[in-house]
């Protein structure tokens, strides 16, 4: 089949009047870009996704640009449905790690830009501008935001609080790395205001202890330190572009820049260092060793006897072989003073009395008459009151074999009167108890566990709390089981009761629905423990190793330690923030600017 062929003369005649004028197209070209950079600059999400859109009305677009707002950022709503839930979902990131730290350091910026006399002086006054009428704008949403924070942390719900800051800084990163895709960002902003936003929950962080009402293995002053930590990664951004110059008026805002980077971390890593005490500097075996040898009477000598008791008492049943020469000495003194009956009693537990330093006890003799007397024909043996101020004259008796064996039945009769008794009344402690079940140990007549198991137990049930507040752990065993009523606060754990319900515990056994979990909280190492730390370290090893206790798993670690781990994912997404997010770009004067050699550029 034969084809005629077109010549290339006729077809280009033919599509002739189809040829654009190159001067029209490029008008049309110029037209068309002008038109979209002015849509862009209007409105910067203009064909976003509505939830990018519905988040910058919360996000003010002129903080991550540097520049004024526009006209058509004011006009920005959250979407509706889901876009709209998730826009507020990201709001108390907004206001705590953005616009807290943009409205802050615009504030000191623009004071320091004044004396400089510096020419950004109208685009920073812009920007403090936007902050100021972000915030006049959702007073009532920031403030419910920090009055939640607050109440959260006051009440010792610090998990529940980093985990919604943490879901919503998710959502917030989500919308800077979109808004860094556009090229709009501003490091030094997003990183100071993250800095700043750490530095507040720190603060609030270290207060939560005021209602700690959760179990925790690790002191939570670590969450503080982990807080401040973030501050020190992120300080290097709020210091950026700061070069070394000289003193002078131009350059002062310069030196103050580099006070604060030598200043603050000093200070910030004194404070970290003294909240990581426990980790830095544990009480071991060898420390609380080193302390039970070099007791020196504090002030409260009944208190620090007591403390040292415990601890003493430990190291000896750990086989440490403590030298309690020292001890010795300060209760040579003791004895030829007022011969305190307490003291006395834990002189002579943990072994500082030898037999021939008991004749100089001036009430011995009186008082070991008084508990050995035949009762009155037909009268049951007495209960021995005040069991902790006789105490050592028992224990003086047994080593002195001043008790006959009619002495010893008739004593032992006394001190079962005393168990149950105090087994029954409501103003038992746990520290009589222990010492009626020890002194029958010293008598070689020791208590028949069986029979006083199950009421001991219940006893140590009562005794057990979970009340926490005003700085007070929860988790220990209470002094009294009798509080008055109406006085306002409840009574929490002490930590002489706990060292002595442990003891009970390696007696008697642990109650079955008692949660050990909440003893080693409360026995935990923290800063706000000082001289009797080593008392809590002692009553926590003999915890750890009583009969058939399990340690805790590393899943019961990571639940208990949950709000810890979720202050290292907030400090992690505050330097993701401020690391993806672009460094500042200087705005090209609108006369320079030509579309057309930015679309070939």
């Known amino acids: ?36 950079q002015r849509l862009r600059a209007d409105d910067p999400l203009a064909g976003r996704s509505p939830f990018l859109r519905s988040a910058a009305a919360f996000l003010p677009l002129a903080i991550l640009a540097g520049c004024k707002a526009s006209p058509a950022e004011s006009k920005l709503a959250p979407a509706a449905g889901g876009y709209k839930l998730l826009s507020y979902l990201a709001f108390p990131a907004i206001s705590l790690f953005v616009l807290l730290g943009a409205t802050i350091f615009s504030v000191v910026k623009i004071r320091g830009i004044r004396e400089r006399n510096d020419s950004e002086l109208a685009d920073q006054q812009a920007i403090n501008e936007v902050a100021r009428q972000w915030w006049s704008r959702h007073k009532w949403g920031a403030a419910g935001v920090f009055a939640a924070t607050l109440t959260l942390a006051a009440n010792g719900a610090t998990w529940l ?72 990664v992120l300080l290097p951004f709020i210091l950026v572009g700061s070069p070394v110059a000289n003193i002078s008026g131009q350059q002062m805002g310069t030196v103050r820049r580099w006070m604060l980077a030598v200043i603050y971390p000093i200070i910030v890593v004194s404070l970290m260092a003294r909240m990581m005490n426990p980790i830095l500097w544990p009480a071991t075996p060898s420390r609380i060793k080193h302390h039970v040898e070099s007791f020196d009477q504090a002030p409260h000598q009944l208190v620090s006897w007591q403390h040292w008791e415990i601890a003493a008492q430990w190291a000896i049943d750990s086989k440490l072989d403590p030298d309690l020469s020292n001890p010795r000495r300060l209760l040579a003194k003791e004895i030829s003073g007022g011969q305190n009956r307490f003291i006395l009693s834990s002189a002579l537990r943990v072994g500082l009395l030898p037999a021939d330093q008991l004749s100089q006890l001036k009430e011995y003799q009186q008082r070991r ?121 409840a009574q929490t754990g002490s930590l002489e009761p706990t060292a002595y319900a442990v003891e009970l515990m390696e007696i008697y056994g642990v109650p079955d629905d008692l949660d050990l979990n909440w003893v080693r ?51 992690g997404l505050c330097f993701y923030a401020t690391v993806c997010s672009p460094k500042l770009k200087p705005i090209a004067p609108e006369e320079d600017h030509d579309p057309l050699k930015t679309t070939s550029g």
């Open 161 to 232: 609080l980093f985990l919604s800051y943490v879901v919503s800084f998710g959502i917030l990163l989500y919308v800077l790395a979109a808004f860094a895709k556009l090229g709009m960002g501003n490091r030094e902003v997003v990183g100071s205001s993250c800095a700043m936003g750490l530095m507040f929950l720190g603060q609030i962080a270290g207060f939560s202890g005021i209602g700690e009402q959760e179990i925790h293995f690790l002191d939570q002053s670590l969450v503080v330190a982990v807080f401040y930590g973030g501050t020190l």
């Open 369 to 489: 008459h008084s508990l050995v007397d035949a009762p009155p024909s037909g009268l049951k043996p007495q209960v021995i009151t005040s069991l902790n101020q006789m105490d050592w004259v028992i224990r003086a008796a047994v080593l002195r074999q001043d008790f006959s064996p009619q002495e010893r039945d008739l004593l032992e009769q006394r001190l079962h009167a005393t168990l149950e008794y105090l087994l029954e009344t409501s103003y038992v402690t746990l520290d009589e108890l222990l010492r009626a079940t020890q002194l029958l140990e010293v008598l070689d007549r020791p208590v028949n566990r069986d029979q006083y198991r199950e009421r001991v137990q219940n006893l140590l049930r009562k005794f057990h709390t979970k009340n926490g507040g005003g700085f007070q752990l929860a988790g220990g065993f209470k002094t009294y089981l009798i509080w008055p009523a109406g006085s306002g606060i």
């Open 521 to 571: 909280s409360f026995l935990k190492p923290t800063a706000l423990r000082f001289n009797d730390k080593w008392v809590a370290a002692a009553t926590l090893d003999r915890l750890n190793h009583l009969p058939g206790v399990m340690p805790p798993t590393w899943l019961e670690f990571l639940y208990y330690e949950r709000s810890l781990l979720a202050a290292a994912v907030l400090v």
């Open 1 to 36: 089949m034969p084809v005629n062929l077109v010549s290339d003369d006729e077809l280009r005649a033919a599509l002739r009047p189809y040829r654009v004028d190159p001067a029209t197209f490029e008008v049309g070209v110029r037209t068309r870009l002008e038109a979209a």
